[in-house]
């Protein structure tokens, strides 16, 4: 069993960071994120292959490392990034 799925927490992190750019576009994409970020943290929350914690963790912190490196000319990804963070859960 490996820590946690490297591929899939990188799949997922995008996943947002596409959304982030629908938001600089102009799209509101509250909903989408709320959904997306509560699929993610289901499915890790079933996976057998890893630890659901590890994958959640791992998550959070791609989330976060994703906010920080977003370049402030991209205040929208930003915050669709800052956004997705605050309703992940800390704990499955």
Not at 21 to 49: D, N, W, Y
Request: hydrophobic content about 40%.
């Amino acid at each position: 069993m490996s820590e946690y799925e490297v591929g899939l927490v990188r799949q997922y992190t995008d996943a947002i960071s596409a959304l982030g750019v629908k938001a600089h576009s102009g799209a509101e994409v509250t909903g989408e994120v709320k959904s997306a970020v509560a699929k993610h943290c289901e499915h890790f929350r079933i996976l057998k292959s890893s630890r659901p914690a590890a994958n959640l963790n791992a998550y959070r912190a791609a989330l976060k490392m994703a906010s920080q490196v977003t370049h402030e000319s991209q205040p929208k990804v930003k915050a669709t990034f800052d956004f997705a963070l605050s309703v992940c859960p800390t704990e499955l």
